[in-house]
């Protein structure tokens, strides 16, 4: 039975260290992401209690100004939103991965995604995923990319 596991990892890529931890590696040092994100992105917003909230044309577009603390990102400037307020949660740098979390709430309205990108230092920019939810039961996912200046 155990060469059945193995093959099916070795199928499926899983690296194994000498230390005995499978699938874990020492990472490199944090990419260097801080300064001005332009993020814009496509996506779809569905399940929505209000279905005037539901569309296939979801657009995000915004400006964040982000520091660094060795891997944590930290939100210098955010964006304006009216009456409401905008908080940036869980910003995390792994080599050239990036992620986090915003959350816009105006009154009762809350609405919290979750981003995922891969950041190329070369061009300095930001292209991933996102998924989140609200306004009230909505559903979001979609991608996204921005410039870091």
Avoid: H
Avoid at 7 to 30: E, N
Avoid at 99 to 126: C, M, N, P, Q
Avoid at 140 to 149: I, K, L, N, P, Y
């Amino acid at each position: 039975m155990k060469w059945v596991v193995w093959a099916a990892l070795a199928l499926v890529g899983c690296d194994f260290l000498d230390s005995g931890d499978a699938g874990v590696r020492d990472a490199g040092p944090p990419a260097q992401v801080a300064g001005r994100w332009t993020l814009q992105g496509t996506g779809r917003l569905y399940g929505c209690d209000n279905s005037r909230f539901n569309t296939e044309d979801l657009r995000l577009t915004t400006e964040l100004v982000v520091g660094q603390e060795a891997d944590a990102l930290v939100l210098l400037q955010a964006p304006p939103v009216g009456d409401g307020t905008f908080s940036f949660e869980n910003g995390l740098i792994q080599e050239n991965r990036v992620y986090f979390t915003t959350i816009e709430e105006a009154g009762e309205t809350r609405i919290r995604l979750r981003f995922s990108a891969k950041f190329d230092e070369a061009v300095r920019t930001l292209r991933g995923t996102f998924e989140g939810d609200g306004p009230g039961t909505c559903v979001a996912e979609g991608r996204f990319s921005g410039q870091v200046d």
